[in-house]
């Protein structure tokens, strides 16, 4: 599970770091799991996070996630489907994105036109699944997690599926 890797996060950030990816399939080889018996869940889904106001600065940069009242998530962080988050970054002026080269993962910043506040999508598309993918098959194999948020013949559907590594 290389997944929600950023529950409880105060500042915004990967839901599936590529460095964190490695480090958790390298501790399982070294207790002793053969590498042929592991298998890589990977999200086909990102975060949006609610940001501070103070955050707007710098777009290109994490933003600090508000605070919350009783739910982190639900209040200040969301799990969308690529899909949605296509959407969000068309319904407001396609800002620029942003590659995060720590994490290998995309992310862009825009304020909200419906609430009027300062968001961040955090997400992995097919060009940083890729990456992903290479590093779990120099292990075993890849499992999906969500396949199901990146509608069938949604702008996303094609590319996400050609992504995948073929084996012969």
């Not at 298998?39 to 609610?50: D, S």
């Not at 799990?79 to 590659?99: H, K, V």
């Not at 993962?105 to 009027?116: P, R, V």
Request: with cysteine; hydrophobic share 35%.
């Amino acid at each position: 599970m290389a997944y929600d890797m950023c529950w409880g996060a105060k500042v915004a950030t990967a839901n599936s770091p590529i460095n964190s990816d490695v480090a958790g399939l390298q501790q399982y080889v070294d207790l002793g799991v053969p590498a042929s018996n592991i298998v890589l869940g990977l999200p086909w889904y990102g975060w949006a996070y609610k940001c501070t106001v103070d955050s707007a600065a710098n777009s290109t940069e994490p933003c600090t996630v508000q605070d919350y009242v009783t739910d982190w998530y639900g209040e200040v962080a969301f799990q969308w489907g690529l899909d949605d988050i296509t959407a969000a970054w068309n319904d407001n002026g396609q800002p620029p994105i942003t590659l995060d080269e720590s994490t290998q993962t995309k992310f862009f910043t825009y304020i909200d036109s419906s609430t009027s506040s300062l968001m961040q999508c955090w997400f992995d598309d097919h060009e940083t699944l890729s990456k992903k993918y290479q590093i779990a098959e120099e292990y075993r194999g890849i499992a999906l997690w969500t396949s199901d948020m990146v509608r069938i013949g949604g702008s996303n559907y094609d590319d996400m599926w050609d992504a995948l590594p073929v084996r012969n």
